[in-house]
């Protein structure tokens, strides 16, 4: 009881990251090209390494830019719920080419230079070190977007603010983020910031002892990082591919909110669950009381879901069911935890 069709979310909302994405795809795309003549130039394996990590981030921004344009496909019969999931199946093919591509290159590349031992070119490698130090200029720029981004995501006009404003931990509101193009680009830049620092690092070594150890070793560090970096991607996506659970916060606003009428006696259940970035599921199940009549529970359920889309304005979808707390903890699905409070 209670719904509507979403429109795919605020326009607003459905851009969070977009600029991210667009700045780090131009610049990944030009500094492929320099770190390749670099690499040729200077026979660098390390920069080798790097110039295919540039292109396989440039590859990875163009799916993700492809996955947001999908992800704002309406609502059909094939996908009655839209197609917001599609941009967390994007961000885990990134985390999937980053890991098979980038790394696998990187390692390879390294391990082959070890080998044959090549690597090393006389004289200092002016045109790698140039290279690297431009390079860090767009990286540190493409990821000071990708945290701005950050910043106005945390800050919330999509979440139910907290009345004791304690900010909480970086790490947790990095990991509680539910658009993947923002942290996704975040996690490729400082990773490709870090791969920077250890090519440079690997070719003023190679440049300084005359090892071309150095340059391979650091070939093979950039891949173990991206090989790394990987890992935390696919595993934050996998979580909001099989559904993740929408900010706590939300749900006990949601709870609050319903308590505040006398005619419901208690709140059996509070689910809510992503979509999309901006496309949460609200599935209630709350007890009225026997002597309410039809029209005033109608003018309840209405009322509430009005509030609670004001509250909470990324709630595209809200199914109200009217129930008596015995009968739905008899019905419950044996094994799950009911998430509720009673009023």
């Not at 991210?20 to 492929?32: E, F, K, W």
């Not at 981030?57 to 019969?77: F, H, I, S, W």
């Not at 391990?111 to 004289?123: C, F, T, V």
């Not at 990708?146 to 910043?151: G, K, N, S, V, Y």
Request: charged content about 20%; aromatic content about 8%; proline content about 3%.
């Amino acid at each position: 009881m209670g719904s509507r069709q979403p429109t795919s979310g605020d326009d607003g909302n459905q851009q969070e990251g977009r600029a991210a994405v667009l700045a780090a795809l131009a610049g990944n795309a030009g500094i492929a090209v320099t770190k390749f003549i670099a690499a040729a130039l200077s026979g660098s394996s390390a920069m080798l390494a790097e110039g295919f990590h540039s292109v396989v981030d440039t590859g990875n921004q163009a799916c993700l830019l492809y996955g947001m344009r999908r992800a704002k496909k309406p609502a059909d019969e094939t996908h009655p719920f839209g197609y917001g999931q599609e941009i967390y199946f994007w961000a885990f093919v990134v985390a999937v080419l980053l890991f098979s591509l980038g790394a696998g290159f990187s390692i390879y590349e390294g391990i082959r230079a070890i080998l044959h031992g090549e690597g090393h070119n006389e004289g200092f490698p002016i045109t790698a070190v140039v290279v690297l130090l431009i390079a860090a200029v767009f990286e540190g720029y493409s990821c000071s977007v990708a945290f701005r981004e950050f910043e106005a995501a945390r800050d919330g006009k999509s979440l139910i603010s907290d009345a004791r404003n304690r900010p909480r931990k970086l790490w947790t509101e990095f990991r509680g983020l539910k658009n993947p193009s923002i942290f996704v680009v975040m996690c490729e830049d400082t990773a490709a910031l870090a791969g920077i620092v250890i090519a440079l690092l690997g070719v003023l070594l190679t440049w300084i002892t005359g090892a071309a150890i150095f340059d391979a070793a650091a070939s093979i560090l950039i891949g173990i990082l991206l090989a790394a970096t990987a890992a935390i991607l696919a595993f934050e996506v996998k979580e909001l591919l099989i559904g993740e659970a929408a900010d706590p916060k939300i749900k006990q606003n949601v709870r609050e909110i319903l308590h505040g009428y006398e005619e419901i006696i208690a709140v059996n259940e509070v689910r809510a669950m992503h979509l999309g970035p901006s496309d949460i599921l609200l599935a209630l199940s709350v007890d009225f009381r026997d002597d309410v009549l039809a029209g005033r529970l109608e003018e309840v359920v209405s009322e509430a879901e009005r509030r609670i889309r004001e509250a909470a304005p990324d709630v595209q979808r809200v199914f109200l069911e009217v129930q008596d707390r015995n009968d739905h903890e008899d019905l419950a699905v044996p094994g799950e935890t009911s998430v509720g409070t009673p009023a």
